[in-house]
């Protein structure tokens, strides 16, 4: 529903029907992924520039929503917006069903791809959830923090490298990064040493 809302407001926009346009803005709901960026060109598109700034800048400061393609569009505004004599849209920029737009960039299959191997390694049998708490789109760096629970409530932390998909483990206690063959090795160590039950991570 969101992102036809999206889109009956880009054409009553376009129709010079500005209270509609809004109703259908509006209706989109905020939390909604797109419902940001249209509401900024909203305001944009009616001579709101200052209102319509601030939002790009929030967008544009969000690095968790940087995957979306929208959030160039978004930091492209909020440059041009800064000049001393921006031009102004003048509609809302989202051609629903366009095959040219794409919602999101290639990041989706590395996550996928990450997914997998989670899946696959042996201490994560009895999975019972994964979460990617950092990607390289919010931390500017080229590894993702993967965070992965046990149906026994064990936490496990990994560095995953976007370029390699080379796993290594992150103990959060010590914050340490280990290969997954010093972090097997020191387990086997600790269990033969009589530590049974390794610590939660």
């Given at each position: ?75 492209s505004r ?39 191997l989670m ?83």
């Open positions: 529903m969101g992102d036809r809302a999206c889109a009956y407001a880009a054409n009553y926009l376009k129709l010079k029907q500005l209270d509609k346009a809004r109703s259908f803005v509006d209706s989109i709901r905020k939390g909604y992924y797109i419902y940001d960026y249209a509401l900024a060109n909203y305001n944009e598109s009616v001579g709101n520039k200052n209102e319509a700034y601030k939002i790009y800048r929030e967008i544009k400061n969000n690095k968790s929503i940087k995957h979306y393609a929208y959030y160039k569009l978004a930091v909020f440059q041009e917006l800064g000049k001393t004599n921006p031009k102004l849209l003048n509609e809302i920029y989202f051609p629903t069903r366009n095959p040219s737009f794409e919602i999101a960039d290639s990041d989706n299959e590395n996550r996928t791809k990450i997914f997998n899946e696959k390694l042996p201490e994560n049998q009895k999975w019972a959830g994964t979460r990617i708490v950092e990607s390289p789109q919010e931390n500017d760096k080229n590894y993702y923090w993967v965070r992965v629970e046990t149906e026994q409530k064990k936490k496990f932390n990994y560095y995953i490298y976007k370029e390699t998909f080379e796993i290594k483990f992150l103990d959060t206690i010590k914050n340490k990064l280990m290969t997954l063959e010093e972090w097997r090795k020191k387990i086997k160590t600790a269990y033969n040493s009589g530590f049974k039950k390794w610590r939660k991570m």
